[in-house]
Protein backbone atom coordinates (compact mmCIF):
# COMPACT_ATOMS: atom_id res chain seq x y z
CA UNK A 1 0.00 0.00 0.00
CA UNK A 2 1.14 3.31 -1.20
CA UNK A 3 1.93 6.26 1.70
CA UNK A 4 -0.40 8.17 -0.41
CA UNK A 5 -3.62 5.79 1.01
CA UNK A 6 -3.66 4.52 4.28
CA UNK A 7 -5.67 1.44 5.19
CA UNK A 8 -7.16 0.17 8.10
CA UNK A 9 -9.55 -2.28 9.61
CA UNK A 10 -11.66 -2.54 12.48
CA UNK A 11 -15.02 -3.81 13.13
CA UNK A 12 -15.57 -5.22 9.76
CA UNK A 13 -14.96 -1.52 8.61
CA UNK A 14 -12.57 -1.03 5.96
CA UNK A 15 -11.38 2.51 5.78
CA UNK A 16 -8.78 3.74 3.27
CA UNK A 17 -7.91 7.56 3.27
CA UNK A 18 -6.72 9.62 0.38
CA UNK A 19 -3.05 11.05 2.03
CA UNK A 20 -1.80 14.08 0.70
CA UNK A 21 -3.27 16.65 2.57
CA UNK A 22 -0.96 19.76 1.50
CA UNK A 23 -2.27 18.89 -1.92
CA UNK A 24 -6.17 18.78 -0.61
CA UNK A 25 -5.52 15.09 -1.43
CA UNK A 26 -5.35 15.60 -5.28
CA UNK A 27 -4.99 12.14 -6.97
CA UNK A 28 -1.72 10.91 -8.32
CA UNK A 29 -0.87 7.86 -10.35
CA UNK A 30 0.06 6.72 -7.40
CA UNK A 31 -3.05 7.33 -5.88
CA UNK A 32 -4.95 6.04 -8.19
CA UNK A 33 -3.17 2.69 -8.40
CA UNK A 34 -3.10 2.38 -4.57
CA UNK A 35 -7.56 2.86 -4.23
CA UNK A 36 -7.62 0.39 -7.29
CA UNK A 37 -5.49 -2.35 -5.99
CA UNK A 38 -7.06 -1.74 -2.15
CA UNK A 39 -11.09 -1.60 -3.80
CA UNK A 40 -10.48 -5.08 -5.67
CA UNK A 41 -9.08 -6.68 -2.81
CA UNK A 42 -11.61 -5.44 -0.19
CA UNK A 43 -14.33 -6.32 -2.73
CA UNK A 44 -14.22 -10.31 -2.33
CA UNK A 45 -12.89 -10.16 1.22
CA UNK A 46 -15.43 -11.63 3.81
CA UNK A 47 -14.35 -9.97 6.58
CA UNK A 48 -15.00 -6.41 4.83
CA UNK A 49 -18.89 -5.51 5.56
CA UNK A 50 -18.30 -1.90 4.84
CA UNK A 51 -15.39 0.11 2.82
CA UNK A 52 -14.93 4.07 3.83
CA UNK A 53 -13.60 6.44 1.83
CA UNK A 54 -11.87 9.80 2.72
CA UNK A 55 -9.79 12.22 2.86
CA UNK A 56 -7.28 12.96 5.03
CA UNK A 57 -7.01 16.77 6.82
CA UNK A 58 -9.61 19.08 6.04
CA UNK A 59 -10.02 17.94 2.63
CA UNK A 60 -11.73 14.91 0.60
CA UNK A 61 -9.96 14.96 -2.66
CA UNK A 62 -9.18 18.13 -4.93
CA UNK A 63 -9.72 15.90 -8.05
CA UNK A 64 -6.95 15.38 -10.73
CA UNK A 65 -3.42 17.10 -10.17
CA UNK A 66 -3.34 20.23 -12.08
CA UNK A 67 0.32 20.92 -11.82
CA UNK A 68 0.75 17.86 -13.33
CA UNK A 69 -1.55 18.29 -16.06
CA UNK A 70 0.90 21.52 -16.73
CA UNK A 71 3.97 20.05 -16.52
CA UNK A 72 2.50 16.87 -18.95
CA UNK A 73 1.27 19.81 -21.32
CA UNK A 74 4.85 21.44 -21.50
CA UNK A 75 6.82 17.81 -22.25
CA UNK A 76 7.76 16.98 -25.71
CA UNK A 77 5.12 15.81 -27.69
CA UNK A 78 7.29 13.44 -29.29
CA UNK A 79 8.07 11.51 -25.91
CA UNK A 80 3.68 11.78 -25.10
CA UNK A 81 1.74 8.46 -25.03
CA UNK A 82 -0.30 7.98 -27.67
CA UNK A 83 -3.93 8.97 -28.02
CA UNK A 84 -4.82 5.34 -27.24
CA UNK A 85 -2.51 5.01 -24.70
CA UNK A 86 -4.06 7.69 -22.93
CA UNK A 87 -7.37 6.68 -22.77
CA UNK A 88 -7.23 2.97 -22.39
CA UNK A 89 -5.15 4.54 -18.97
CA UNK A 90 -7.99 6.70 -17.75
CA UNK A 91 -10.59 3.79 -18.27
CA UNK A 92 -8.20 1.41 -16.33
CA UNK A 93 -7.92 3.77 -13.43
CA UNK A 94 -11.19 4.65 -13.50
CA UNK A 95 -12.66 1.41 -12.82
CA UNK A 96 -12.54 2.19 -9.03
CA UNK A 97 -15.62 4.12 -9.06
CA UNK A 98 -17.24 0.95 -10.85
CA UNK A 99 -15.40 -0.92 -7.80
CA UNK A 100 -17.10 1.28 -5.61
CA UNK A 101 -20.43 1.12 -7.33
CA UNK A 102 -20.74 -2.39 -7.59
CA UNK A 103 -19.53 -4.63 -4.63
CA UNK A 104 -21.67 -6.82 -3.16
CA UNK A 105 -20.95 -5.02 0.14
CA UNK A 106 -22.39 -0.97 1.22
CA UNK A 107 -19.40 2.04 0.85
CA UNK A 108 -19.34 5.41 2.45
CA UNK A 109 -17.67 8.44 1.54
CA UNK A 110 -17.17 10.60 4.30
CA UNK A 111 -16.62 14.33 3.28
CA UNK A 112 -14.84 16.40 5.34
CA UNK A 113 -14.12 19.40 2.68
CA UNK A 114 -13.38 19.91 -0.47
CA UNK A 115 -14.52 17.20 -3.69
CA UNK A 116 -14.25 18.53 -6.56
CA UNK A 117 -13.48 17.15 -10.22
CA UNK A 118 -12.51 13.27 -10.31
CA UNK A 119 -12.64 13.49 -6.61
CA UNK A 120 -16.43 14.23 -6.47
CA UNK A 121 -16.96 11.49 -8.75
CA UNK A 122 -15.49 9.06 -6.34
CA UNK A 123 -17.28 10.14 -3.51
CA UNK A 124 -20.75 10.04 -5.97
CA UNK A 125 -19.62 6.44 -6.43
CA UNK A 126 -19.94 4.93 -3.32
CA UNK A 127 -23.71 3.92 -2.03
CA UNK A 128 -24.18 7.13 0.33
CA UNK A 129 -22.14 10.13 1.05
CA UNK A 130 -21.87 12.36 4.89
CA UNK A 131 -20.55 15.45 4.22
CA UNK A 132 -19.47 18.29 6.78
CA UNK A 133 -21.90 21.19 6.36
CA UNK A 134 -19.28 23.54 4.95
CA UNK A 135 -17.62 20.86 2.90
CA UNK A 136 -16.93 22.48 -0.74
CA UNK A 137 -18.09 20.43 -3.85
CA UNK A 138 -17.07 21.29 -7.24
CA UNK A 139 -17.70 19.00 -10.92
CA UNK A 140 -14.61 21.77 -11.42
CA UNK A 141 -14.14 20.36 -15.10
CA UNK A 142 -15.22 23.30 -17.03
CA UNK A 143 -13.04 25.48 -15.07
CA UNK A 144 -9.67 23.89 -16.93
CA UNK A 145 -11.38 22.68 -20.32
CA UNK A 146 -11.81 19.31 -19.62
CA UNK A 147 -14.74 17.27 -19.57
CA UNK A 148 -15.27 14.78 -16.59
CA UNK A 149 -14.14 11.21 -15.87
CA UNK A 150 -14.47 8.49 -13.22
CA UNK A 151 -17.95 8.25 -13.57
CA UNK A 152 -19.32 11.51 -12.16
CA UNK A 153 -22.12 12.42 -15.22
CA UNK A 154 -23.60 9.18 -14.49
CA UNK A 155 -23.73 9.66 -11.00
CA UNK A 156 -24.86 13.52 -10.97
CA UNK A 157 -27.59 12.24 -13.45
CA UNK A 158 -28.82 9.65 -11.22
CA UNK A 159 -28.82 11.20 -8.16
CA UNK A 160 -30.50 14.84 -9.40
CA UNK A 161 -31.29 14.53 -12.85
CA UNK A 162 -29.93 15.47 -16.27
CA UNK A 163 -31.05 19.16 -16.57
CA UNK A 164 -29.44 19.95 -12.71
CA UNK A 165 -26.55 17.80 -13.57
CA UNK A 166 -25.98 19.84 -16.74
CA UNK A 167 -26.06 23.02 -14.80
CA UNK A 168 -23.29 21.85 -12.29
CA UNK A 169 -21.21 20.37 -15.38
CA UNK A 170 -21.06 23.30 -17.11
CA UNK A 171 -21.16 26.06 -14.46
CA UNK A 172 -18.65 24.21 -11.81
CA UNK A 173 -20.35 25.98 -9.17
CA UNK A 174 -19.25 24.93 -5.65
CA UNK A 175 -21.98 24.15 -3.59
CA UNK A 176 -21.51 23.40 0.46
CA UNK A 177 -22.43 19.98 1.96
CA UNK A 178 -25.00 21.49 3.53
CA UNK A 179 -26.73 22.66 -0.30
CA UNK A 180 -25.50 18.97 -1.75
CA UNK A 181 -27.73 17.65 1.26
CA UNK A 182 -30.62 19.57 -0.09
CA UNK A 183 -30.04 18.75 -3.71
CA UNK A 184 -29.84 14.89 -2.63
CA UNK A 185 -26.06 14.61 -3.28
CA UNK A 186 -25.04 13.85 -0.67
CA UNK A 187 -26.91 11.63 1.96
CA UNK A 188 -26.68 13.83 5.28
CA UNK A 189 -24.50 16.87 6.23
CA UNK A 190 -23.68 17.65 9.16
CA UNK A 191 -21.39 20.31 11.72
CA UNK A 192 -17.83 19.92 10.39
CA UNK A 193 -17.47 19.46 14.65
CA UNK A 194 -19.71 16.16 14.36
CA UNK A 195 -18.67 14.24 11.11
CA UNK A 196 -16.43 12.21 12.47
CA UNK A 197 -18.87 10.81 15.44
CA UNK A 198 -21.79 10.99 12.55
CA UNK A 199 -19.89 9.28 10.41
CA UNK A 200 -18.51 6.43 12.45
CA UNK A 201 -22.02 5.64 13.56
CA UNK A 202 -23.12 5.97 10.09
CA UNK A 203 -20.22 3.39 9.54
CA UNK A 204 -21.43 1.12 12.72
CA UNK A 205 -24.83 0.72 11.66
CA UNK A 206 -23.79 -0.32 7.87
CA UNK A 207 -21.21 -2.81 9.09
CA UNK A 208 -23.79 -4.04 11.25
CA UNK A 209 -26.31 -5.27 8.59
CA UNK A 210 -26.43 -7.97 6.74
CA UNK A 211 -23.95 -8.11 4.28
CA UNK A 212 -24.94 -10.34 1.82
CA UNK A 213 -28.74 -9.18 1.21
CA UNK A 214 -27.50 -5.37 0.87
CA UNK A 215 -24.75 -6.81 -2.10
CA UNK A 216 -28.27 -8.40 -3.70
CA UNK A 217 -30.06 -5.18 -3.00
CA UNK A 218 -27.59 -2.99 -4.67
CA UNK A 219 -27.71 -5.48 -7.89
CA UNK A 220 -31.38 -4.85 -7.94
CA UNK A 221 -30.96 -1.21 -7.57
CA UNK A 222 -28.41 -1.24 -10.93
CA UNK A 223 -30.61 -3.53 -12.53
CA UNK A 224 -33.44 -0.80 -12.16
CA UNK A 225 -31.45 1.61 -13.38
CA UNK A 226 -31.68 0.76 -16.72
CA UNK A 227 -34.27 -2.32 -16.84
CA UNK A 228 -37.69 -3.51 -17.73
CA UNK A 229 -39.76 -3.90 -14.77
CA UNK A 230 -39.72 -7.43 -16.12
CA UNK A 231 -35.79 -7.36 -15.61
CA UNK A 232 -36.08 -6.07 -12.00
CA UNK A 233 -38.39 -8.59 -11.42
CA UNK A 234 -36.98 -11.53 -12.37
CA UNK A 235 -33.59 -10.21 -10.89
CA UNK A 236 -35.18 -9.97 -7.39
CA UNK A 237 -36.69 -13.17 -7.54
CA UNK A 238 -33.29 -14.56 -8.05
CA UNK A 239 -31.90 -12.37 -4.96
CA UNK A 240 -34.14 -13.00 -2.87
CA UNK A 241 -34.04 -16.95 -2.97
CA UNK A 242 -30.31 -16.55 -3.07
CA UNK A 243 -31.18 -14.43 0.00
CA UNK A 244 -33.27 -16.28 1.82
CA UNK A 245 -31.02 -19.24 2.13
CA UNK A 246 -27.82 -17.09 4.17
CA UNK A 247 -27.07 -17.43 7.84
CA UNK A 248 -28.46 -13.61 8.53
CA UNK A 249 -31.82 -14.62 6.68
CA UNK A 250 -32.87 -17.26 9.14
CA UNK A 251 -31.02 -16.00 12.47
CA UNK A 252 -33.32 -12.85 11.75
CA UNK A 253 -36.50 -14.79 11.12
CA UNK A 254 -36.04 -16.64 13.88
CA UNK A 255 -35.15 -12.94 16.34
CA UNK A 256 -38.41 -11.71 14.59
CA UNK A 257 -40.61 -14.75 15.89
CA UNK A 258 -39.03 -14.50 19.33
CA UNK A 259 -39.05 -10.91 19.45
CA UNK A 260 -35.82 -10.10 20.23
CA UNK A 261 -33.16 -7.61 17.57
CA UNK A 262 -31.24 -9.54 15.27
CA UNK A 263 -27.50 -9.63 14.97
CA UNK A 264 -26.33 -10.14 11.41
CA UNK A 265 -23.10 -11.81 10.88
CA UNK A 266 -22.31 -11.09 6.76
CA UNK A 267 -23.17 -14.61 5.89
Do not use: W
Not at 105 to 131: E, F, M, N, Q
Not at 157 to 180: C, H, M, N, W
Not at 210 to 231: F, M, Q
Amino acid sequence: MSSQVIESFADGIATLTMNRPEARNALTGEMQGALLEAARRLAVDPKVRLVVVTGAGNAFCAGGDVKGFVASNAGDPAEAASFDDRVNALRAGSELSRLLHDMPKPTLAVIPGAAAGAGLSIALACDLRIAANEAKLTTAFSKIGASGDFGGSYFLTQLVGPAKARELYFTADVISGAEAARLGIVSKAVPGAELEQEAGALARRLAGLPTVALGYIKRNISVAEHGSLVDVLDTEAIHMVRSMATEDHKAAALAFVEKRPPVFRGR
